[in-house]
């Protein structure tokens, strides 16, 4: 197996490039399509500052790295999200990061700041945890950085992520989901740009970039994420990529080019106009009184904390 590039040895071949490549080079190309992403979608503009949501995970560590050496300007934002030993050795291995690259790191606390964390919220307002843990991590992005004077909020979202989930909201015709499914979303009164720049990379690309850098990351999964729907979409799409190379990209990439826009006008018309209101408590835009994460946070501060356990021991 040879480097497509150099010709010397390669280091991991990618099926739906049909090609092989050297370390050197396979760096080369993750930083090549980064770069490819953020300018054909208008991701970031020279100048700008970008709030990385850093999980602690593969991809997220793998995109701050990436943007550092790309020369942006690009800080970290961890969010504690109180999910047992997970969350706790998530912290760590972010903060570690940032610590030997003298990165600035942004934390926000559930427990500290808002008395509660993702399993009691959950469990007091009787969501599903991924529901309520995303809808907490979108209003914490957009506050910090609001706060923090960014232009963009980047999170690791990959190929096989954005494949997944435009899978599942397929298979559902979620259209107003479909019509913001976009590697981009506008800055907005009162919330920053989402961008997204790893959506030309897979998981697989991405474990690989952070063990050719030395990047140590958490790689067990969130423990209120087994065995959803997400996940069975994934392994859904690995067996077609298996015999079929290419797919994702071409059900995801297809979809932008060729979809997409059909749906735009699926999306709630007060999201597109920006004609929101202000929430009463946190200033935020909201279609309500009361925005969802304030609602969240009061029904839960205070609800006797849920300990995560697996065979009767704390996780
Ligand atoms: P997930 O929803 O867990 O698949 O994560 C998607 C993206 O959200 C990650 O790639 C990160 O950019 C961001 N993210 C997830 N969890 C956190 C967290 N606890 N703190 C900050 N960002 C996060
Ligand atoms: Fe949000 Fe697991 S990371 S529920
Ligand atoms: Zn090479
Ligand atoms: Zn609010």
Redesign the pocket.
Same mark, same amino acid.
């Given at each position: 197996m040879k480097c497509r590039v150099c010709r010397e040895p390669a280091v991991i071949d990618i099926r739906r490039h049909n090609a092989n490549f050297c370390s050197d080079h396979f760096l080369r190309l993750v930083r090549d399509q980064t770069t490819k992403a953020i300018d054909e979608f208008q991701m970031i503009r020279p100048g700008e500052r970008v709030l990385?949501?850093?999980? $602690? #995970?593969k991809?997220?560590l793998a995109?701050w790295d990436v943007l550092n050496e790309l020369g942006y300007e690009a800080d970290g934002?961890?969010? #504690?999200?109180g999910i047992g030993g997970y969350?706790d050795r998530?912290g760590e291995m972010?903060r570690a990061f940032a610590a030997d690259r003298g990165l600035t790191l942004h934390e926000v606390d559930l427990r500290a700041e808002y008395d509660t964390d993702v399993p009691t919220a959950a469990k007091a307002t009787r969501r599903v945890p =991924?529901s309520a =843990? $995303?809808m907490s991590?979108r209003h &914490?992005?957009d506050q910090a950085a609001l706060d923090g004077g960014y232009d963009a909020v980047?999170? #690791?979202?990959?190929l096989d992520?954005e494949a997944a989930v435009l899978f599942g909201n397929t298979l559902r015709w979620q259209t107003e989901y479909l019509a913001r499914q976009l590697p981009v979303l506008p800055a907005r009164p009162g919330f920053p740009r989402k961008i997204k720049p &790893?959506v030309r990379l897979g998981e697989r690309e991405m474990a690989a970039y952070c063990v050719l850098r030395g990047i140590d990351y958490i790689v067990e999964e =969130?423990p209120m994420?087994v065995g959803n729907k997400?996940l069975g979409y994934k392994e859904a799409l690995n067996a077609i990529e298996a015999t079929s190379p290419g797919s994702k990209h071409d059900f995801y990439f297809g979809f932008l080019a060729r979809a997409a826009e059909r749906f735009r006008d699926a999306a709630p018309a007060a999201l597109e106009s920006g004609d929101l209101a202000t929430c009463e408590r946190c200033g935020s835009p909201s279609t309500s009184e009361v925005c969802a994460f304030c609602r969240l946070i009061e029904r839960s501060a205070g609800h006797e904390p849920v300990t995560l356990t697996r065979k009767g021991k704390p996780l």
């Open positions: 990385v949501a850093v999980s $602690g #995970g991809d997220s995109l934002l961890y969010i #504690g999200l969350s998530s972010t =991924c =843990c $995303g991590k &914490l992005f980047a999170t #690791g979202h990959n992520d &790893l =969130c994420a997400h």
